[in-house]
Protein backbone atom coordinates (compact mmCIF):
# COMPACT_ATOMS: atom_id res chain seq x y z
CA UNK A 1 0.00 0.00 0.00
CA UNK A 2 1.69 3.28 -0.66
CA UNK A 3 2.63 5.71 1.94
CA UNK A 4 1.66 9.69 2.49
CA UNK A 5 4.93 12.04 2.70
CA UNK A 6 5.87 12.01 5.69
CA UNK A 7 5.14 15.44 8.43
CA UNK A 8 7.81 17.72 9.68
CA UNK A 9 11.46 17.76 8.87
CA UNK A 10 12.86 15.37 6.65
CA UNK A 11 15.17 12.81 8.42
CA UNK A 12 16.87 10.42 6.79
CA UNK A 13 14.83 7.75 8.61
CA UNK A 14 11.83 9.19 7.64
CA UNK A 15 12.60 9.14 3.27
CA UNK A 16 14.33 5.86 4.51
CA UNK A 17 10.60 4.37 5.53
CA UNK A 18 9.11 6.15 2.69
CA UNK A 19 11.10 4.32 0.80
CA UNK A 20 10.46 0.91 2.05
CA UNK A 21 6.78 1.49 1.99
CA UNK A 22 7.15 2.26 -1.66
CA UNK A 23 9.46 0.24 -3.03
CA UNK A 24 8.15 -1.01 -6.32
CA UNK A 25 7.40 2.18 -7.15
CA UNK A 26 10.89 3.83 -6.86
CA UNK A 27 12.20 0.45 -8.42
CA UNK A 28 9.86 0.96 -11.54
CA UNK A 29 10.83 4.69 -11.77
CA UNK A 30 15.11 4.14 -10.77
CA UNK A 31 14.94 1.81 -13.83
CA UNK A 32 12.83 3.93 -15.88
CA UNK A 33 14.41 6.68 -14.88
CA UNK A 34 17.34 6.07 -17.06
CA UNK A 35 15.86 5.97 -19.99
CA UNK A 36 13.46 8.91 -19.41
CA UNK A 37 15.77 11.36 -17.66
CA UNK A 38 16.74 11.92 -14.35
CA UNK A 39 13.51 14.11 -14.06
CA UNK A 40 11.61 11.18 -14.24
CA UNK A 41 12.90 9.79 -10.62
CA UNK A 42 11.21 12.67 -8.94
CA UNK A 43 8.12 12.11 -10.76
CA UNK A 44 6.67 9.76 -7.85
CA UNK A 45 7.79 12.32 -5.49
CA UNK A 46 5.91 15.09 -7.09
CA UNK A 47 2.62 13.12 -7.28
CA UNK A 48 3.01 12.34 -3.99
CA UNK A 49 3.15 15.95 -3.18
CA UNK A 50 -0.02 17.19 -5.48
CA UNK A 51 -2.19 14.33 -4.78
CA UNK A 52 -1.31 13.85 -1.08
CA UNK A 53 -0.20 10.39 -1.47
CA UNK A 54 2.13 7.91 -3.49
CA UNK A 55 0.84 6.23 -6.25
CA UNK A 56 0.92 2.43 -6.63
CA UNK A 57 3.30 1.62 -9.63
CA UNK A 58 0.15 0.40 -11.76
CA UNK A 59 -1.25 3.94 -11.07
CA UNK A 60 1.71 5.94 -11.56
CA UNK A 61 1.88 3.88 -14.91
CA UNK A 62 -1.06 4.96 -15.68
CA UNK A 63 -0.80 8.76 -14.85
CA UNK A 64 2.94 9.25 -16.75
CA UNK A 65 2.88 7.45 -19.57
CA UNK A 66 0.89 10.10 -21.60
CA UNK A 67 2.16 12.07 -24.48
CA UNK A 68 2.41 14.82 -21.98
CA UNK A 69 5.12 13.27 -19.15
CA UNK A 70 7.04 11.53 -21.85
CA UNK A 71 7.63 14.54 -23.53
CA UNK A 72 8.24 16.49 -20.47
CA UNK A 73 10.79 13.62 -19.07
CA UNK A 74 12.58 13.72 -22.67
CA UNK A 75 13.46 17.61 -22.19
CA UNK A 76 14.68 17.19 -19.18
CA UNK A 77 17.51 15.44 -20.62
CA UNK A 78 18.43 19.39 -20.79
CA UNK A 79 18.47 19.81 -17.61
CA UNK A 80 21.11 17.53 -17.09
CA UNK A 81 23.20 18.99 -19.85
CA UNK A 82 23.19 22.28 -17.90
CA UNK A 83 25.57 20.03 -15.66
CA UNK A 84 25.04 19.87 -11.70
CA UNK A 85 23.09 23.00 -11.71
CA UNK A 86 20.51 21.10 -14.10
CA UNK A 87 20.23 18.50 -11.58
CA UNK A 88 19.63 20.72 -8.85
CA UNK A 89 16.56 22.13 -10.55
CA UNK A 90 15.04 18.98 -11.94
CA UNK A 91 12.81 18.62 -8.68
CA UNK A 92 11.62 22.09 -9.38
CA UNK A 93 10.66 20.93 -12.77
CA UNK A 94 9.15 17.85 -12.40
CA UNK A 95 7.01 19.56 -9.84
CA UNK A 96 5.76 22.00 -12.69
CA UNK A 97 5.46 18.83 -14.67
CA UNK A 98 2.70 18.15 -12.97
CA UNK A 99 1.41 21.34 -11.35
CA UNK A 100 1.50 23.33 -14.61
CA UNK A 101 0.31 22.83 -18.40
CA UNK A 102 3.68 25.04 -19.47
CA UNK A 103 5.75 23.69 -22.83
CA UNK A 104 8.71 22.04 -21.37
CA UNK A 105 11.02 25.14 -21.91
CA UNK A 106 9.54 27.11 -20.16
CA UNK A 107 9.41 24.70 -17.25
CA UNK A 108 13.12 24.45 -17.39
CA UNK A 109 13.28 27.98 -17.74
CA UNK A 110 11.03 28.43 -14.04
CA UNK A 111 13.21 25.85 -12.53
CA UNK A 112 16.72 27.24 -13.38
CA UNK A 113 15.08 30.45 -11.76
CA UNK A 114 13.36 29.17 -8.78
CA UNK A 115 16.77 27.65 -8.31
CA UNK A 116 18.59 30.16 -8.40
CA UNK A 117 16.41 32.21 -6.23
CA UNK A 118 17.85 29.03 -3.71
CA UNK A 119 21.62 29.04 -4.05
CA UNK A 120 21.68 27.12 -0.53
CA UNK A 121 20.35 23.81 -2.52
CA UNK A 122 22.44 23.72 -4.84
CA UNK A 123 24.70 22.99 -2.27
CA UNK A 124 22.41 20.32 -0.61
CA UNK A 125 22.10 19.05 -4.38
CA UNK A 126 25.47 18.36 -4.85
CA UNK A 127 26.19 16.96 -1.15
CA UNK A 128 23.59 14.38 -2.11
CA UNK A 129 24.46 13.77 -5.71
CA UNK A 130 27.37 12.93 -4.00
CA UNK A 131 26.41 10.43 -1.33
CA UNK A 132 23.55 9.08 -4.03
CA UNK A 133 26.90 7.91 -6.76
CA UNK A 134 29.21 6.88 -4.03
CA UNK A 135 27.12 3.42 -3.78
CA UNK A 136 28.75 1.92 -6.44
CA UNK A 137 26.27 -1.36 -8.19
CA UNK A 138 23.61 -2.30 -6.37
CA UNK A 139 23.63 0.13 -4.33
CA UNK A 140 22.74 2.87 -6.59
CA UNK A 141 19.53 1.26 -6.73
CA UNK A 142 19.02 2.42 -2.70
CA UNK A 143 21.15 5.43 -2.34
CA UNK A 144 20.00 7.37 -5.68
CA UNK A 145 16.30 6.63 -5.24
CA UNK A 146 16.71 7.59 -1.08
CA UNK A 147 18.86 10.94 -2.14
CA UNK A 148 16.00 11.89 -4.12
CA UNK A 149 13.59 11.38 -1.29
CA UNK A 150 15.57 13.20 0.76
CA UNK A 151 16.17 15.85 -1.13
CA UNK A 152 12.65 16.71 -2.53
CA UNK A 153 11.19 16.60 0.77
CA UNK A 154 14.02 19.25 1.53
CA UNK A 155 12.60 21.28 -1.14
CA UNK A 156 8.93 20.38 -0.46
CA UNK A 157 9.18 21.42 3.72
CA UNK A 158 11.56 24.34 2.93
CA UNK A 159 8.57 25.49 0.96
CA UNK A 160 10.35 26.04 -2.50
CA UNK A 161 7.40 25.04 -4.49
Known amino acids: MASSLS????????????FSDNLGLFLFSFFLGFLLSPAFHYYPMSIAYVHGKYPSPKGFRALVFTKHYIMASLWGWLLVFILIVGLAATPFYSHYVFTTDD???DMIRDSLSKLFE???????TILYGLI???????GQIITI???????????????LF
Open 7 to 18: NGAPTLAKSGQQ
Open 103 to 105: QPL
Open 118 to 124: NPLFIGK
Open 132 to 138: AWIGCGV
Open 145 to 159: PLSYIQLYNEAAHEK
